[in-house]
């Protein structure tokens, strides 16, 4: 075994080769479990207000009852369109239970984006904040939804905060654009009237669909990737087999400031940490840095998840750096790369080791993590989960030996069923029991992978390969330099050349400069032939750098 999986030796004390996925029969036991373990514990809390494990199953079980109630079936598909707040694994538990297929959705997406993934998901109902309801209402016609529970940002905060905040929002910041939604019912509403309803009493099976989770879209066309009962077991039970020797039941506090809707902090913050009775933080705007930075001051975490750009947003405040990190256990980086001298800024500020994951939407998402005691590799993704391999492939799908580069494929429980609706890309992505990542990269004579860059980002020079992160991860190292994003371009000589993207911390330098330091680290072949300098980089709301709205610049 250990031959075949050279990563085993390499696990700390503690973590087991492998996990039984089929522990719990479904989801919902599993967080029934977790629900009924911690009691009476504080479980989420949002802007101070909290709410104990026993609120949220008690709750939940209102929810679940409201759906039902309303004449939704088990395996109806059910939006969930919000921000972190109160509301969400209150939904997302009761959705569950009812036996619905949870779409997770980005509230900020446009009502063309909405409209696609409601009617390609065939859902039937949406948990809405009212922010975004306007945009619910100019496409609601074109989509099969039914039910609407509409919520405000401080519905679930208590009297007189929910008074105050949703005043503020309304009233002084105007963020609630006028919309007519009539037959919408509140989410106190719903709570109400299903604690009259029948207890739900739903079994799904572990085969069955309860996600229907899209992919970005970064690099073509958002797809419905069908996350089974299963594969979100396994992963959570994965999740909590790397980090049980660090972490203690019933006493962490992790910080949630990615997005729930997302599948990193979906399965790792929401679930994972659920099974660890964790006092999950839940932040509703991450992009406001000094409320963050207060937030972790107010509640000291230990442990934090997030990526590149949060974490180099935080690393650039005073007030951050002044804080007392001494409870911080963990910090693990997930949903792009972690780039190194962030990584080194972030242990030399806080003292704790900042361990990069990896995994996509179809893989729920973990497939590797770096050993969390600090022992992992720099730059590295780590070693792949108990009960999941990992293996590199050339294009013909022949598995290649360490050191030589190609695809990324793993084979796992965690593994998705496929894309809803795509047999087509399903059959591209899933070959014999392997899914195929798209991400290029190696692993290392002691198992430990690392990636190179997304297949489709990569640019080619003169008949040599580029991979834009490399020339990233340079660019941010100049000390003047707050963050870069590369691109290829069309050249007359080479076929293609490379153009960067920088937003400066010093407006002092210039492209001379930093053409200079260029080529003090790169071989000429990989050196910007364009620098372009931005105030900001366009991003996703989990704050991934979209290349290719860059490159369609």
Known sequence: MTESHPWLKNYPAGIPANINPDLFPNLNELIIDALHRYGNKTAFSCMDKKLTFNQVNKYADHFAAFLLGKGLQPGDRIAIMMPNLLQYPIALFGAIRAGLVVVNTNPLYTPREMQYQFADSGAKAIVIVENFASNLQKIIGETSIELVIKTSIGEMLGFPKAQIVDFVIKNLKKMVPAYHLPNAISFSKALAEGSHFPKPDI??????????????????????AMLTHRNLVANVLQNRAIMQ??????????????????IFAFTVNCLSMLQFGAHSVLVTNP???NGLIKTIKNNPPS???????????????????????????ATVGGGMAVQNPVAVAWEKITGCYLAQGYG??????????????????????GLPLPSTSMRIVDDSGKVLEPGEIGEIQASGPQIMKGYYNQPEETAVSLKDGWFSTGDLGYMEPDGFFRIVDRKKDMILVSGFNVYPN???EVLVSHPDVLEAAVVGMQDGKSGEAVKAFV??????????DLLAYCRENLTAYKIPKEIVFKDE??????????RRELKSE
């Open 287 to 289: 992009r406001d840095i």
């Open 203 to 224: 079994h799904p099976l572990p085969e069955d669909t309860v996600l229907l989770q899209y992919t970005g879209g970064t690099t073509g066309v958002s797809k419905g």
């Open 245 to 262: 020797p660090f972490l203690s039941e019933g006493v962490e506090v992790a910080l949630c400031a990615l997005p729930l809707y997302h």
């Open 303 to 329: 442990l934090i998840t997030g990526i590149n750009t949060l974490f180099n947003a935080l690393l650039q405040q005073d007030d951050f750096v002044k804080l007392d990190f001494s409870k911080l256990k």
């Open 470 to 472: 490399e020339i990233e």
């Open 360 to 381: 996509l939407t179809e893989t729920s998402p973990t497939l590797s993590v770096n050993p969390i005691d600090g022992n992992g590799k720099l730059g590295s993704i």
């Open 503 to 512: 937003v400066l911390k010093n407006k002092g330098t210039n492209k001379k």
């Open 537 to 546: 980089l366009p991003k996703t709301n989990v704050g991934k750098i979209l």
